[in-house]
């Protein structure tokens, strides 16, 4: 059986075709010279050149970065906390309630997170701005950092934990020092999923952003109602450019990580 | 060996115990994994805990070392109540059965851990540390990490990191259950010596007897969250106070019975061996070629009809010294004790040291297989069974021959092969006579 067909090449062609060549396209006009956005008038990176002088661009960007870094830090303290908990709390009522409600916000379509989010902030009088970005973002991206880090966490061999209170480790020594070393690669997988997650969100943004703080999203969303420019694609193609690298990363870690999970365990089944 | 004194503090009323159980249960909601459990472990002890899976070894040890508290009763080591200590807090240290080493952490710093927890100086730790990798040879390894080193080496790294801070008691929870047989012996005597060096009171948790039996000074054999018997070794093997101990411990035959008073010296009611046909083998070998014969088959028709099956080589018969040399001297029957009433078809069983105040009693005989003798011939000794043999399985050192009674009831007689020679003339279907002394076995009431 040959093992690449011409039914495989062409499934796969078409396959990546629909879910890549609209931003290929996007990537190739951003190197347009033409102002007209559908026609191409030869290479230039001029508009690389003019997105740099862009302040209102470049405003949203550093805005953006602050609240993804901030949110994602949080998101990863309190998803590592809750995993850490629920997976390791054997007995307690429920258990089963929360670590489902710990799951819930994955699937709560996120116009509802953002509206909920919008009253709470206006219920308490918080005005809108980075801090409200940061604590709907936390809000939601830590559910994927728990997801992560329980998964890594519920192949976690107890008694090394044990072994650490029994040589005389006090519990938060026990984790600092035996626990969070070993479960690292996961928590920082669930960081950058955190990260790239806050960094291209539109809809919660857009429910807790005020005027004073717009994310780079929404400037691209509001900028597009006037029309495409092409400095719109060259943005478009270093936020691509970032969430790629942040998402590969993420993927290598953890593909490390559990190769040498499976090293060890082989080297352990050898004796 | 008559000076030596005996390591036998349990004996001893002036010994303080070094760990007391009181009266402790615990309970997993509605299972009862330890139920109502007293007992004294003492220092410089090696005491075992032996019993099948569930049977509650495991979670005894774990409250030793602080990870479960009792659902009622106290524990107390060295005088001290533990139940509200936590496991950092106390002078246990555990080895895990899976080892627990820190993957992160270099053989050194496992080994370090815990000195490190303590105000120890820089240089102590280090000596201390080089001295544990001194003890469990390890010295090499030093600063490989743990998924680089062998499963042996690891079980090592494992002992010298929960002996490096020299405590009190150890715990061992099944430390030699991930190695293979050869290696598992070698570091039984290598645990034992390690014990006696550093004087440390050891506590394991084995379901492997022949480990229990080889390193503890006690081991006491649970069943069901109880302790059914703590003894010696040799207690345990020769005296098990119920046939659960008697047959978890090594193999056993258990024949089941009424006992009698036994008046001395009183004939033995032997029925006439008439029941067993005569079973006479065939003994006249198939004929054999000559040397002319073999020369045709070897030159022209070995081609045609293949190789020459050769005769199996079979051990000359023995001779009439060496059967007698294999035929042991018994001793008659001590006066008083027991008769076993057990079977219509068969004569009674002697127990001399049965207990004289179980008359009438349904009790059953225990009695191990190699303390059976096996013999064609109606032997001379106090209790004598005929029976065919049903199965011989040869084990190199033993062979324990599966005999069946008269009226079915099945029995294991095994047999050292000290010469060998001997007993080869037994073989399957064969009738023989299994005979033991009057003090062989132990009558048990449940």
């Given at each position: 059986m040959k093992r690449f067909s011409w039914f495989n090449a062409t499934a796969l062609t078409l396959g990546f075709a629909f879910l890549y060549l609209p931003m290929v396209i996007l990537m190739i006009y951003s190197f347009n010279e033409s102002k007209l956005v559908t026609?191409?008038?030869?290479?230039?990176?001029?508009?690389?050149?003019?997105?740099?002088?862009?302040?209102?661009?470049?405003?949203?960007?550093?805005?953006?970065?602050?609240?993804?870094?901030?949110?994602?830090?949080?998101?990863?303290?309190?998803?590592?906390?809750?995993?850490?908990?629920?997976?390791?709390?054997?007995?307690?009522?429920?258990?089963?309630?929360?670590?489902?409600?710990?799951?819930?916000?994955?699937?709560?379509?996120?116009?509802?997170?953002?509206?909920?989010?919008?009253?709470?902030?206006?219920?308490?009088?918080?005005?809108?701005?980075?801090?409200?970005?940061?604590?709907?973002?936390?809000?939601?991206?830590?559910?994927?950092?728990?997801?992560?880090?329980?998964?890594?966490?519920?192949?976690?061999?107890?008694s090394l934990e044990e072994a650490a209170l029994d040589l005389g480790c006090s519990p938060w020594q026990a984790f600092r020092l035996v626990t969070l070393p070993i479960i690292a690669p996961a928590v920082i997988s669930g960081w950058l999923l955190a990260f790239t997650l806050s960094l291209d969100d539109l809809v919660i943004a857009s429910f807790t952003a005020g005027p004073s703080a717009t994310t780079l999203p929404i400037k691209i969303f509001s900028a597009v109602r006037l029309g495409v420019s092409p400095e719109i694609n060259a943005l478009s193609t270093i936020m691509i450019a970032i969430v790629t690298i942040g998402v590969i990363g993420a993927s290598l870690i953890s593909k490390q990580a559990s190769l040498k999970q499976q090293r060890d365990e082989q080297a352990a089944a050898r004796g | 060996m008559a000076q030596e004194t005996l390591f036998e503090p349990w004996n001893d009323p002036n010994e303080s115990p070094l760990i007391q159980f009181k009266n402790v249960t615990k309970k997993f909601g509605d299972f009862t994994a330890i139920d109502d459990l007293t007992q004294d472990i003492y220092a410089k002890e090696f005491f075992a805990l032996l019993g099948p899976s569930g049977c509650g070894k495991t979670t005894m040890m774990r409250m030793l070392g602080g990870f479960e508290t009792p659902t009622s009763g106290t524990i107390q080591i060295a005088g001290q109540d533990m139940n509200n200590v936590p496991p950092n807090k106390r002078a246990v240290n555990m080895m895990f059965q899976s080892y627990a080493l820190f993957p992160h952490l270099s053989i050194y710093e496992n080994i370090a851990f815990g000195l490190r927890r303590t105000d120890m100086a820089k240089g102590a730790i280090d000596a201390r540390v080089n001295e544990m990798l001194k003890l469990t040879r390890l010295e090499k390894f030093a600063q490989r990490k743990p998924h680089q080193i062998s499963g042996g080496q690891r079980q090592r790294v494992a002992l010298a990191r929960s002996l490096a801070k020299a405590p009190k008691l150890l715990l061992l929870d099944e430390p030699l259950g991930a190695l293979d047989k050869k290696l598992r012996q070698d570091t039984q005597f290598e645990l034992m010596d390690i014990q006696e060096k550093t004087g440390t009171t050891f506590v394991i948790v084995t379901h492997d007897q022949e480990e229990a039996m080889t390193v503890a000074s006690r081991v006491a054999v649970m069943d069901e969250g109880r302790i059914i018997q703590v003894a010696t070794p040799d207690v345990i093997y020769e005296a098990p106070n119920t046939t659960y101990v008697a047959d978890f411990i090594g193999d056993v035959n258990l024949i089941k019975g009424t006992v009698e008073l036994r008046v001395s010296s009183a004939p033995v009611n032997d029925p006439e061996p008439g029941a067993v046909a005569e079973n006479i083998v065939d003994e006249t070998p198939s004929p054999q070629p000559n040397k002319l014969g073999e020369w045709i088959h070897d030159k022209l028709l070995s081609p045609i009809i293949g190789e020459r099956i050769e005769p199996i080589k079979r051990l000359p018969p023995p001779s009439t010294a060496e059967l007698a040399a294999s035929q042991e001297k018994m001793q008659t029957a001590q006066d008083g004790g027991l008769l076993l009433n057990w079977s219509d078809k068969n004569p009674t069983i002697i127990v001399s040291n049965g207990d004289e105040t179980k008359d009438g009693a349904t009790l059953t005989f225990a009695i191990r297989p190699e303390k059976l003798n096996i013999s064609k011939t109606k032997p001379d000794a106090p209790n004598a069974l005929q029976g065919k043999v049903i199965d011989i399985a040869y084990l190199g050192n033993v062979s324990t021959y599966y005999v069946e009674l008269i009226g079915g009831q099945m029995i294991k007689a095994q047999m050292a092969n000290a010469r060998r020679l001997a007993r080869r003339d037994i073989t399957w279907e064969d009738d023989v006579w299994v005979s033991f002394t009057d003090t062989a076995g132990v009558l048990l009431e449940r």
């Open positions: 026609v191409w008038a030869g290479f230039s990176t001029k508009w690389y050149g003019e997105l740099i002088q862009n302040e209102a661009f470049l405003n949203a960007a550093w805005v953006t970065i602050k609240v993804a870094v901030f949110s994602s830090t949080i998101a990863t303290i309190l998803g590592t906390m809750a995993a850490y908990v629920l997976v390791r709390a054997n007995r307690f009522k429920g258990r089963t309630l929360f670590s489902g409600m710990i799951y819930a916000p994955l699937v709560m379509p996120e116009v509802i997170t953002g509206l909920s989010l919008l009253l709470l902030f206006i219920g308490i009088g918080l005005d809108r701005g980075v801090l409200t970005i940061v604590l709907a973002h936390t809000t939601f991206a830590m559910c994927y950092v728990s997801v992560v880090v329980s998964s890594r966490l519920v192949s976690f061999d107890r | -």
